[in-house]
């Protein structure tokens, strides 16, 4: 199949995906240097506050904006599962609650514990350097 | 003394004299890594449009793209280098969040397949999932019970 490598490359869209989702990485770096929270309270932090803002429809425009400058950010799995999760109650009512946000998101986790649980077997231990 | 052992020293004396630079710094790095790594998944998701997949179909392969290859540079310790140098930079997308699976997982390899790698892959991914999903379920519901999402208020 042919594909257009002008609009693969369009610097506008690329611009924007490279300065939003900057943007979203110093906000946590700001939290990293400048308060006490530890990186796994930070990521539950983004996760949490990407579905809240999904949730209200805010975070659908900097989708729109940016596209996976705001996807790629943990922020966008938030709003992901949020996104899937009304998806779910438009169809399936209550249930869809519980089964739209890990649909939607079931690419992603299954990856992450394939792929995680693979390149730890291949991993070798650290060598301590003296 | 030779000349570039001064500038080192020198260096050290101007990060202990000015308490603002290394946060700028970190805050550059972190941007520009960030921005970089949020711009490889623009075009995995160009190609992904090009080649005909929607929207939702094109995300996912960008997220399972993005967490392979992270995955695997942790596993072969070059993710952690490029973490103590960008901070924020690669902690923040998707690849923090593979990186956070295969990190306490090889540190724990010794206790084991199952309860060593397999239990301690979710050290911090765990978290990230409870309030992740249960935080998508909570949302769901309150638009179940207003049916609206609140567009409005912006």
Same mark, same amino acid.
């Given at each position: 199949?042919?594909?257009?490598?002008a609009?693969?490359?369009?610097?506008?869209?690329l611009?924007?995906?490279?300065?939003?989702?900057?943007?979203?990485?110093i906000?946590?770096?700001v939290l990293i240097?400048?308060?006490k929270?530890?990186p796994?309270?930070?990521l539950?932090?983004?996760?949490?506050t990407g579905?809240?803002l999904?949730?209200?429809?805010?975070?659908?425009?900097?989708v729109?904006?940016?596209?996976?400058g705001?996807?790629?950010?943990?922020?966008?799995?938030?709003?992901?599962?949020a996104?899937?999760?009304i998806?779910?109650?438009?169809?399936?009512?209550?249930?869809?609650a519980?089964t739209g946000?890990v649909?939607a998101a079931?690419?992603?986790i299954a990856a992450?514990?394939?792929f995680?649980?693979?390149?730890s077997?291949?991993?070798?231990p650290k060598?301590?350097?003296? | 003394?030779?000349p570039?052992?001064?500038k080192?020293?020198?260096?050290?004396?101007?990060?202990?004299k000015?308490?603002?630079?290394?946060?700028?710094?970190?805050?550059?790095?972190?941007?520009?890594?960030g921005?970089?790594i949020?711009t490889?998944?623009q075009?995995i998701?160009?190609?992904?449009k090009?080649?005909?997949?929607d =929207?939702?179909?094109?995300?996912t392969?960008?997220s399972?793209?993005?967490?392979g290859?992270?995955a695997f540079?942790t596993?072969l310790?070059v993710?952690n280098?490029i973490?103590k140098?960008a901070?924020?930079g690669?902690?923040?997308?998707? =690849?923090?969040f593979a990186n956070?699976i295969?990190?306490?997982?090889?540190?724990?390899k010794?206790?084991?397949?199952v309860?060593?790698?397999?239990?301690k892959?979710f050290?911090v991914a765990g978290?990230?999932?409870?309030f992740?999903?249960?935080?998508?379920?909570i949302?769901?519901m309150?638009?179940l019970?207003?049916?609206?999402?609140?567009? =409005?208020l912006?």
């Amino acid at each position: 199949m042919d594909i257009n490598w002008a609009n693969v490359f369009d610097w506008m869209v690329l611009l924007k995906c490279f300065v939003t989702g900057g943007i979203i990485c110093i906000i946590g770096q700001v939290l990293i240097d400048k308060t006490k929270l530890t990186p796994a309270k930070i990521l539950v932090i983004f996760v949490t506050t990407g579905a809240i803002l999904g949730g209200l429809g805010i975070y659908q425009y900097l989708v729109d904006f940016a596209g996976a400058g705001a996807t790629v950010p943990l922020t966008g799995f938030g709003y992901n599962l949020a996104k899937g999760a009304i998806e779910g109650i438009e169809q399936y009512g209550l249930i869809g609650a519980f089964t739209g946000g890990v649909k939607a998101a079931a690419g992603g986790i299954a990856a992450a514990v394939f792929f995680g649980y693979l390149a730890s077997l291949i991993s070798k231990p650290k060598m301590k350097k003296q | 003394m030779d000349p570039l052992e001064t500038k080192q020293t020198y260096q050290d004396y101007v990060d202990k004299k000015s308490p603002n630079s290394p946060i700028l710094k970190n805050c550059f790095n972190a941007f520009w890594v960030g921005g970089l790594i949020c711009t490889i998944g623009q075009v995995i998701l160009n190609i992904c449009k090009e080649r005909g997949f929607d =929207t939702q179909l094109s995300g996912t392969i960008v997220s399972i793209i993005l967490i392979g290859i992270s995955a695997f540079l942790t596993g072969l310790n070059v993710f952690n280098k490029i973490g103590k140098f960008a901070g924020a930079g690669s902690l923040i997308p998707i =690849t923090g969040f593979a990186n956070s699976i295969v990190s306490p997982a090889m540190e724990y390899k010794s206790e084991g397949y199952v309860m060593g790698v397999g239990g301690k892959m979710f050290t911090v991914a765990g978290p990230v999932l409870v309030f992740g999903i249960s935080a998508s379920i909570i949302v769901g519901m309150i638009y179940l019970i207003f049916h609206t999402q609140s567009v =409005t208020l912006v």
